[in-house]
């Protein structure tokens, strides 16, 4: 839910009076109610209509237009200025966590969630303490700000708890497969709003890599992506890839889509933009879509049994 009034406060008090709109995309409809509420508040404000997904996709573009960006549903990732974050927070009944206590091995384990719900995180952990279950949440760096904060590109929260046993506290099986891929970790996922429990395998995850890895060896040429979105940039990596193989080179873009990739024409394109884009819209392109570290597998640097999970850092 979005506390319009707490941010209209907050607005007043930076001195801006053209403010621009961002939402990712799950929160997008709730645009037209907040610009009204914030045109009657004396703001003149401008909604960002491209898709974003974190916030390492800001709507910088605008302050040449406002004076702030309101950025909603996700915490900061870096100290880009004259942006002003309202992450989304989703309560969870702490009364579902009695379903998945019998699936815990330990009674010493780390707990970990997403930007939604890690306000959660001490009530969660109180909760767990009176069942005798003592739960570690740690910082895991500067991308995920709060501790016990996941996402889909770090996992250092999970890594740095330092814990045979994890449980995740979310929807989806994105957060879950990776944090069990970074950590090796036993991990076990409650969906709060499900109310379902999951122990979590990489095994088909695995298989479908490794299978997709064998059509990559057989391509002809690699497109290196290199996209311009200012939290997925990642230069030096790219270009390291693109050294890595004759047949390699830099594709910049600012949006990857599968008819993008289709017109440039190269038979493999490896990803150093969201690392999400390899793991889960596969199906969406018509030649394989590696992550930076399949590639060094394709070429020979690294084998299959070191498989990693990518992260930005
Ligand atoms: S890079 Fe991907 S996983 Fe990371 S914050 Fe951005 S959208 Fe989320």
Redo the contacts with the bound molecule.
């Keep these: 839910m979005i506390d319009t009034s707490e941010l209209v406060r907050k607005l007043k008090t930076t001195g801006a009076t053209r403010i621009a709109l961002q939402f990712p995309e799950g929160l997008k409809r709730d645009a037209p109610g907040v610009a009204s509420l914030l045109r009657d508040a004396g703001f003149f404000v401008v909604v960002s209509g491209d898709p974003c997904?974190?916030?390492?996709?800001l709507a910088t573009e605008l302050l040449g237009m406002v004076d702030l960006v309101v950025h909603f549903g996700?915490s900061p990732?870096d100290d880009t200025p004259c942006i002003i974050y309202d992450p989304y927070r989703m309560d969870i009944d702490t009364e579902v966590l009695g379903i998945v206590i019998p699936h815990l091995s330990s009674t010493d384990i780390g707990l970990i969630t997403t930007v939604q719900h890690t306000h959660m995180i001490p009530a969660i952990t109180k909760y767990l303490a009176s069942r005798g279950i003592t739960c570690h949440s740690v910082h895991g760096g500067t991308?995920a700000p709060n501790p016990g904060q996941v996402?889909?590109?770090?996992y250092g929260a999970a890594r740095d708890c330092q814990k045979d046993e994890i449980l995740f506290i979310g929807t989806g099986r994105f957060h879950p497969l990776g944090v069990r891929l970074a950590t090796g970790a036993r991990v076990v996922a409650l969906d709060p709003y499900c109310r379902t429990v999951e122990i979590v395998s990489t095994d088909r995850f695995l298989r479908r890599r490794f299978a997709l890895i064998e059509v990559a060896k057989t391509a002809k040429n690699f497109g290196i992506i290199l996209t311009l979105k200012s939290?997925?940039k990642r230069q030096q990596l790219a270009e390291r890839l693109a050294s890595m193989s004759k047949n390699a080179f830099v594709v910049a873009l600012h949006e990857v889509s599968p008819d993008e990739l289709l017109n440039l024409g190269f038979s493999c394109y490896v990803n150093t933009?969201?690392?999400?884009l390899a793991y889960d819209d596969q199906e969406r392109f018509s030649v394989p879509l590696i992550s930076p570290q399949e590639f060094e597998i394709v070429c020979g640097s690294r084998t299959f049994e070191d498989y990693q999970i990518d992260e930005?850092t």
């Design positions: 997904y974190g916030a390492c996709d996700h990732l991308r996402l889909g590109c770090s939290g997925q933009a969201c690392p999400r930005i």
